[in-house]
């Protein structure tokens, strides 16, 4: 049993037309036991930055807390928000930091930047950044997200046919997969508005 | 550490509420060499006296302004080797800062953790204050700017400002030339004029030093032909 899938996961980040969307499932089980059925992966750095945490859920709370404190920390030192790309060098720079004791997480990192062009990447729990124009994935049900995505996704969405790929992406994947799932979360962020929906699926 | 009788810091208050250390140190700057910066509407110029104690120095090998980082650059009066020290610190910084964001250090960033040194020796044990006043240029995101960073760890932020030897008479020059709208080559003129001012003897392009950073963001020192260019234009 991999310590990745200890407590299962699914998330998943695309690119749309001057924005993006970032879902995750809702489990939270320690192996075959579910324990939670609305557990946050996805947390908030700025208004346009979004950071989701797959892998065990502990070190994606702690990896999280540690995150906030930085950018923060930048926010009042530099007196303005992080750019993506720079948050994105951040995270990876703070679990190099750990490379012979790892964070088990894997992080999808998703913004807009300055001039509102969305920015996507995944890098694996040793800080490995991996840079996408289209999707990222992330958690034990990677494997057929990969293949949603892949089938589903078209370049240049709207924000309101995004929703709906991702959606049906999140959703088809997650049934799949036994360790994830139990509902969706999904969030999609233009320059001017961020829509939250809690998406309905099996609930198993 | 050494013995305990030495172990307190130097810089103690004075029943007056003044660091005797540091008004010695900005003492020690203000007799150094003439060095003035001013920053025009698209870059900064940084400029300073460059008088060697003999004619047998090789003026080649000598060089005052320095890079923090390819689009920050710095110029001192004081003490040489102290700023040199500060320097070395600023680039370590500054590579630090791009290793983690992988992202140019802002100028305001480089300046405050350069000033957060000098505070240090200001108040640590068995250390002196820095016996050097910088001018650090540079051109980011914001735009161009020009601080000044004194031994007690404070740091200005100005359109145009002096140092050292000649630091009044300077100033007032400025104060009557500098035009917010000025461009990066009239600037270059006016720092030669002020330099001018004060200055003991025949000015050339082998006793006086400037460095510019414009629009392209990459600082650098002038070279002594273009030195003397400028120079054959105010003339």
Known sequence: ?204 | MGDSQYSFSLTTFSPSGKLVQIEHALTAVGSGQTSLGIKAANGVVIATEKKLPSILVDETSVQKIQLMTTNIGVVYSGMGPDSRVLVRKSRKQAQQYYRLYKEPIPVTQLVRETAAVMQEFTQSGGVRPFGVSLLVAGYDDNGPQLYQVDPSGSYFAWKASAMGKNVSNAKTFLEKRYTDDMELDDAVHTAILTLKEGFEGQISSKNIEIGIIGADRKFRVLTPAEIDDYLAEVE
Request: proline share 3%; net charge negative.
């Open chain 1, 1 to 204: 049993m991999s310590i990745f899938e200890y407590n299962g996961s699914a998330l998943v980040a695309m690119v749309g037309k001057n924005c993006f969307a970032i879902a995750s499932d809702r489990r939270l089980g320690v192996q075959l036991q579910t324990i939670a059925t609305d557990f946050q992966r996805i947390f908030k750095i700025h208004d346009k930055l979004y950071v989701g945490l797959s892998g065990l859920a502990t070190d994606a709370q702690t990896l999280y807390q540690r995150l906030a404190f930085r950018h923060k920390l930048y926010q009042l030192r530099e007196e303005r928000d992080m750019k993506p790309e720079t948050f994105a060098s951040l995270v990876s720079a703070l679990l190099y930091e750990k490379r012979f004791g790892p964070y088990f997480c894997q992080p999808v990192i998703a913004g807009l930047g300055d001039d509102n062009v969305p920015f996507i990447c995944t890098m694996d729990c040793l800080g490995a950044k991996e840079l996408a124009k289209d999707f990222v994935v992330s958690g034990t049900a990677s494997e057929s997200l990969y293949g949603a995505c892949e089938s589903m996704y078209k370049p240049n969405m709207e924000p309101e046919e995004l929703f709906e790929t991702i959606s049906q992406a999140l959703l088809s994947s997650v049934d799949r997969d036994c360790l994830s799932g139990w509902g969706g979360h999904v969030l999609v962020v233009t320059p001017t508005e961020v829509q939250e929906r809690t998406l309905k699926g099996r609930m198993d």
